[in-house]
């Protein structure tokens, strides 16, 4: 009853109405909260006469979430949670994650290949590339404590290596992830702000180094 689980599919039996598999919810948890799972549907026009096979899997993905926030728990678990949602609808459910940990005693840890939604409410970023974590980072420092560099091969040797905690060599000369506060004598070079993804490409094809 203290964690909320949703898949990246939705494993309930496809010819029940979702009246009725709230009907099963509700005699499962005792902290059901039926005013609450019918704001969500309301929010995102969804009918509980709806037979689950009638949803859209965007309809689907909303009603998995809004089953396994309905009992209040502390602890959710997402696999993918907004893969199959316009932007719109993504928008609205990562704001309903963020009202959900307002609570500082409630945690949500979800995975995800939409960067920009990782970046717009993690507090705390794991990235894991074949089955190995390359780094755990507070998002605010990973993001905004850290430039992206750019420069040619022949200024590359300028940037020390001690300085750089990842680099990848491109076919203009070198991108290289530096903290920020490390570039401020630094000549030849263009200083660009960091996203998730580029962070995320220099790790999967470039060099890592070793702190």
């Not at 203009?172 to 992830?177: F, L, M, P, V």
Request: with cysteine; hydrophobic share 40%; charged share 25%.
């Amino acid at each position: 009853a203290k964690i909320g689980v949703s898949f990246s599919e939705t494993y309930l039996n496809k010819n029940l109405k979702i009246f009725q598999v709230e009907k099963i919810y509700k005699g499962l948890y005792k902290n059901w909260d039926s005013d609450y799972f019918n704001f969500i549907l309301e929010k995102f026009g969804i009918s509980k006469t709806k037979k689950i096979s009638e949803c859209s899997s965007g309809m689907q993905k909303i009603l998995s979430i809004a089953l396994s926030l309905s009992y209040n728990p502390q602890l959710l678990i997402f696999d993918e949670p907004t893969t199959t949602l316009d932007p719109v609808r993504r928008k609205d459910i990562l704001g309903i994650f963020q009202e959900f940990v307002l609570d500082e005693n409630k945690t949500v840890i979800f995975s995800s290949h939409i960067t920009t939604d990782i970046e717009q409410i993690a507090d705390i970023i794991i990235y894991i590339r074949q089955g190995k974590v390359q780094f755990v980072e507070d998002s605010t420092k990973l993001l905004h404590d850290n430039v992206l560099v750019r420069c040619l091969e022949s200024n590359f040797k300028n940037l020390n290596l001690d300085n750089v905690i990842a680099y990848e060599k491109t076919a203009q000369g070198y991108e290289a992830i530096m903290p920020r506060d490390r570039i401020l004598n630094l000549e030849d070079i263009v200083v660009d702000s960091l996203d998730l993804e580029k962070i995320m490409s220099i790790y999967s094809k470039g060099v890592v180094m070793e702190k």
